[in-house]
């Protein structure tokens, strides 16, 4: 019995001595030395692509969207009572100012400025009959001051009288186009004072407008140019007429008009626009869109490379995006930024910084 226990004791002590000598004896095999030359390699810097990021002088521009819109729209009514007896227009029509655009007839204003025509007549001439008596010493002197202000009141009678038969003339007050004519010939009556005849709008100029946001209104100025873009994709140029002060209650943004030569009417109102309004230029780097990235923290910002082959990270603004390349500022000039294995370093790690040409040449 004795002697099977120490037989036991000694299979179990060298069982784990064979066991442990796999891992106290070192064993120089394939495996090892793949797994060395592995870790060798591990140590290498990672390689990036990095360009060099310039800094200049950039002219931004503020693209927004708007509408097209005319400089004047008015309604054309009727100022007094009558029969609506020709209307010279039609919708579409241009007219220019002062063009007749409806006349509404009543014979009652006709005799009225003849009775006032008439007395007018008169009292000229015995104004001027009494005058020659008066300079004669026939009459007293102060006849004459009575018989002026009774001349100047028949005057005036004939000035109302003649206002009073204009107001049945609907006149174009500017230069313009005939949009709607809800008014009939033959409209009835006295009823007419007041009365929609004709909608008009002047085209020219055509006004370009934008609702621009509190964050773009500083730099904006009247006077400034403008390039406008049309949804039929017509092109004009314009300026910066009017920057409002006040912001809408609704929206939070600001009116902004853009005025536009358009003499020809080739611009209609209401059609959608595009509105570039170039900006004062500012200090910032191009750089690939795809070199942006996220920091741990989720500032916007890239990857550079000191001095010393150390990833480092800068946070940036954006200026302006473009379709392949971003404007940003906050990169010193002249800093390497990395464009190829941004994502795949951290900071603080030390990498071999290859131009983008050569890691292009080599494949990578």
């Avoid at 990095?50 to 729209?73: C, F, N, Q, W, Y």
């Avoid at 008014?183 to 909608?199: D, I, L, T």
């Avoid at 570039?276 to 500012?282: M, R």
Wanted: charged share 25%; aromatic share 4%; hydrophobic share 45%.
């Amino acid at each position: 019995m004795k002697v099977n226990r120490i037989t036991a004791v000694a299979l179990v002590v060298g069982a784990v001595a064979w066991v442990g000598s796999g891992h106290l004896i070192p064993h120089e095999s394939g495996d090892g030395k793949a797994a060395i030359r592995a870790g060798e390699k591990s140590h290498k810097p990672f390689r990036v692509g990095v360009m060099a990021a310039g800094i200049e002088p950039h002219s931004r521009k503020l693209i927004l969207s708007g509408r097209t819109e005319a400089d004047r729209k008015v309604t054309l009514t009727a100022r007094t009572g009558g029969v609506l007896t020709e209307l010279r227009v039609k919708r579409g029509q241009r007219v220019k100012k002062d063009d007749v655009i409806a006349v509404l007839s009543d014979d009652a204003r006709e005799a009225q400025v003849a009775q006032a025509r008439a007395l007018f007549n008169q009292r000229q001439t015995e104004l001027e009959a009494r005058r020659r008596l008066i300079e004669q010493g026939t009459l007293p002197k102060l006849e004459l001051v009575n018989l002026e202000s009774q001349f100047k009141a028949a005057e005036a009678a004939l000035a109302a009288a003649i206002a009073e038969r204009d107001r049945g003339v609907v006149k174009a007050p500017w230069d313009g186009v005939i949009t709607e004519v809800p008014a009939e010939v033959g409209g009835a009556a006295f009823s007419m004072a007041g009365k929609e005849v004709a909608r008009m709008v002047a085209l020219n100029p055509m006004l370009a407008v934008v609702e621009v946001s509190e964050r773009k209104l500083p730099g904006l100025e009247p006077g400034d140019v403008a390039k406008v873009r049309l949804v039929t994709g017509q092109t004009a140029t314009g300026r910066v007429r009017f920057v409002s002060k006040t912001a809408s209650e609704t929206t939070r943004t600001y009116r902004v008009e853009v005025e536009i030569d358009n003499r020809d009417g080739a611009i209609p109102d209401g059609i959608t626009a595009e509105v570039a309004i170039p900006l004062a230029p500012v200090s910032a780097a191009r750089v690939p869109r795809s070199a942006l990235t996220y920091s741990s923290a989720g500032h916007l910002g890239v990857r550079i490379v000191d001095a010393a082959d150390k990833v480092d990270f800068v946070p940036v603004s954006v200026i302006e995006d473009e379709q392949s390349h971003m404007w940003v500022s906050g990169i010193a000039d002249r800093s390497r930024v990395i464009v190829q294995g941004q994502d795949f370093v951290r900071e603080g790690q030390i990498v071999q910084a290859v131009s983008v040409e050569a890691t292009a040449a080599s494949g990578r």
